[in-house]
């Protein structure tokens, strides 16, 4: 068992049932949750996958409590971590002026988890991101960025970056060299916000592997990353303590 580090919470994850491309089934979702116990995770957000597109946030709301339900089931506190509802909102056209009522990262405070679209860079992305930032005075934490850095050019990402509030989720993939080797090669990243994610969707090839992260993340080379997540982690964790007493 590895030593205990204050790196303990995985922000994005597919662990629901039956609701996205994640766990199919409540069996996978134990397995999901087992392991990411045994790999020192003590909070995990389930953040299932939802498209203001595609559908309607009530609908959305629904299914995710009905799933939610089905964990519940099968769901064993003394071998699992603590699970709290989210999800991971793709970004699209018109999303700027959406309702996210219940979308956040539970008891965080408001926070919400958004990914970038799989398409080229459009300065749209960007001028929904201030709308959400300075006119509607929301939380974003954006998801997996090291799938962002590896996708847009650098002068992008070094904009990005510049939004001092914005937190920055990594994919635990990261420190395995998955898109990138080094997706943070060339860019300062110092000062920014990290937190460290899975987004496990099954027990396949996106396992938990969160444990492989944190022990990479000792290294010299991720020494600014790790300080800001812990720092992260901690501040996150007290916030969702004092918010669980509400
Ligand atoms: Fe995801």
Known sequence: ??????????????ILPG??????????????????????????????HFD??????????????????????VYDEENMPEVFLGSEIYMA??????????????KT???????????????????????????????VMIAHIN?????FKKDICKNLFDYEDLIFQINTEAFRGVFAPDPFKGLDVSGLKFVLGTDTHDMGTRAPDYDHA??????????????SME????????RIEKNKLR
């Open 214 to 227: 944190v022990k990479k993340l000792e290294s010299r080379k991720y020494e600014g990353i790790r300080q």
């Open 19 to 48: 609701i996205d491309d994640g766990a199919k089934d409540e069996s996978v979702s134990v397995s999901q949750l087992t392991r990411l116990r045994k790999q020192g995770v003590e909070k995990v957000f389930l953040t299932s």
């Open 109 to 139: 405070g408001g926070i919400v988890l958004i990914e970038f679209p799989r398409e080229q860079f459009g300065t749209w992305m960007f001028d929904i991101l201030e709308t959400l930032l300075f006119e509607r005075k929301m939380k």
């Open 93 to 106: 056209r018109g999303m700027d002026k959406c309702d996210y009522d219940g979308l956040e990262l539970e």
């Open 231 to 238: 720092y992260m982690t901690e501040k996150l964790n007290r």
């Open 52 to 73: 203001f597109r595609k559908e309607r946030l009530s609908t959305f709301k629904a299914r995710r409590a009905e799933a939610y339900e089905r964990l519940m089931r």
């Open 1 to 14: 068992m590895a030593d205990k580090s204050v790196i303990n919470i995985d922000f994005h994850s597919h």
């Open 147 to 151: 799938r962002v850095t590896a996708a």
